[in-house]
Structure formats: structure tokens, C-alpha cells
């Protein structure tokens, strides 16, 4: 179950999170749970992150370092300990021009320095409505998996997070994501093998909530969720955390 509180919480705030689900929360022995902040507040959660808790980035440069002003480097974030960073989520895509070939960079990049990454894929409402979710997802996986070892592919989280359910409130059926999450799984399968599709984490990302989570969970191809606005209230958090524990039990 990761949270993606994108660019909200202070210092103080992301403290008083951090302090009140550390221990709280599933241990890590049944359930990864992950917390992905900005960047300024990663070391101090680390320091707080307790026993079952793991801390993430949202981003990251592909680059070791040099003139590219406001980055992140990969060696800046491995320096804080955190341990994933969200790759390509759909913000990043839309605003910031990044492109299946940087996600693809990135991706490798975290990989070389033992960052686990959090791949994000999803199609916009207007490609879904033209039928062209499958072909969207196809390129962008198929994209981001390129040149990644059969040996590495398994440590990457890949989240189907449609554009029209990020922040909307509409959530996609729990039958539409596990049938996303599905076509990931084969595509994955086509370019590996089953083993290593069967492995692979494939979470589903777009207004996950305590009420719908369960249900989501529940489903054969759904592993976890990447979860934006819920994931900034604790009880919520740790809510989230609980129910997708017993939902894979
Ligand atoms: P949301 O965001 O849960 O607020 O829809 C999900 C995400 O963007 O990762």
C-alpha cells in the first residue's frame, strides 16, 4: 500500500503523520506499506519511519549529477535511505514533458541504485472512451520495461492509475482495474515469462479510499494501491493499510 501525498504537508505535518502510523500500521513481514513525500521531508521521515514503515520519493532525476538546477539526484535520494521512488505518475507526464523514454531512463536508473521503482501507466479518459486503453498501456509498459534484465524486472511495482480517476473521485470499477492490471500482467508475461508476471507487483492507483479499498483489493490482479488523497489523513492511512492486509490474506 504506498501514499502519494504529492506536494502537500510541511515539515510539521508530515512529522505528526509519521508519528501517528508508525506503529500502527501492518508489519512489513505481511504487508510492504510505503510513504512517498517530497523530497525535503524524506531524511526526517526515515529517521521516524519505524519497523513496518518505508519511505519514497516522487520523483528523481535520470542523471548522477550536473547542471540541471532544482533536480533530485538517484545518489541524494539512496543518501536519505528511502527505498522507492514513484516513476512517471501522471502529473509528471502531463505537466512536466515526461516521456515514456525518460520513464524508461528513470526506471533504470533507480534500479542501478537499488531504489525499488513505482512505474506509473494509465490512459486519459478520451483514449479510454476510443477504445484505446490496451494500446496505451501496451506502449507505455512496453516502454518503460525496455532493456530492464529478466534478473531486475521483478523488483519494479508498475501502477495502473487511469488519468480520469486520479483525484476525482471517480474511482474505476474494481472489474475495470483488475482487468487493466491483468493486461499488465500479460504484457509483462509476453515480454518475460509467467513466473515473473506472476511476481511482479501491480498496484491500482485513482481514488482509492476506506470505503472502496476492500473491494479493490479483493480483486486476482490488483497486488496493492498507490493512493493520493486518502493517504494524507493517518486514520485513513493506516485504515487503507489494515483492510488491503486482510483483503490479501
Ligand atoms: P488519488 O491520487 O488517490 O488522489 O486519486 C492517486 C495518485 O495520483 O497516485
Not at 224 to 247: H, M, Q, R, W, Y
Request: glycine fraction near 8%.
Amino acid at each position: 500500500m504506498a501514499g502519494n501525498w504529492k506536494m502537500n504537508k510541511t515539515r510539521d505535518e508530515a512529522l505528526q503523520f509519521i508519528y501517528a502510523v508508525a506503529d500502527k500500521i501492518p508489519s512489513i513481514t505481511e504487508l510492504d506499506s510505503v510513504i512517498c513525500a517530497p523530497s525535503i521531508v524524506l531524511r526526517d521521515l526515515v529517521k521516524r519511519q519505524g519497523d513496518n514503515l518505508r519511505i519514497g520519493a516522487q520523483n528523481m532525476n535520470e542523471n548522477d549529477s550536473g547542471a540541471y538546477t532544482g533536480e533530485i539526484s538517484p545518489a541524494m535520494l539512496t543518501s536519505t535511505n528511502v527505498e522507492y521512488v514513484i516513476i512517471g505518475h501522471s502529473e509528471r507526464r502531463q505537466y512536466y514533458n515526461e516521456t515514456d523514454i525518460k520513464v524508461n531512463e528513470k526506471t533504470i536508473k533507480a534500479l542501478e541504485v537499488g531504489l525499488t521503482p513505482i512505474v506509473c501507466v494509465g490512459e486519459t479518459l478520451a483514449q479510454r472512451e476510443s477504445n484505446d486503453t490496451f494500446n496505451v498501456l501496451k506502449t507505455q509498459v512496453e516502454y518503460a520495461l525496455k532493456n530492464i534484465s529478466y534478473s531486475d524486472v521483478f523488483k519494479i511495482v508498475i501502477a495502473y492509475e487511469p488519468i480520469w480517476a486520479i483525484g476525482t473521485g471517480k474511482t474505476a470499477t474494481s472489474d475495470i482495474a483488475d482487468e487493466a492490471c491483468g493486461y499488465i500482467r500479460g504484457l509483462v508475461e509476453n515480454l518475460y515469462d509467467k513466473d515473473v508476471a506472476l511476481k511482479i507487483r501491480i498496484l491500482y492507483g485513482g481514488s482509492v479510499n476506506v470505503k472502496n479499498v476492500k473491494e479493490l483489493m479483493s480483486k486476482p490482479n490488483i497486488d496493492g494501491g498507490l493512493v493520493g488523497g486518502a493517504s494524507l489523513k493517518p486514520d485513513d492511512f493506516i485504515t487503507l493499510c489494515n483492510e488491503a492486509n486482510e483483503a490479501k490474506k
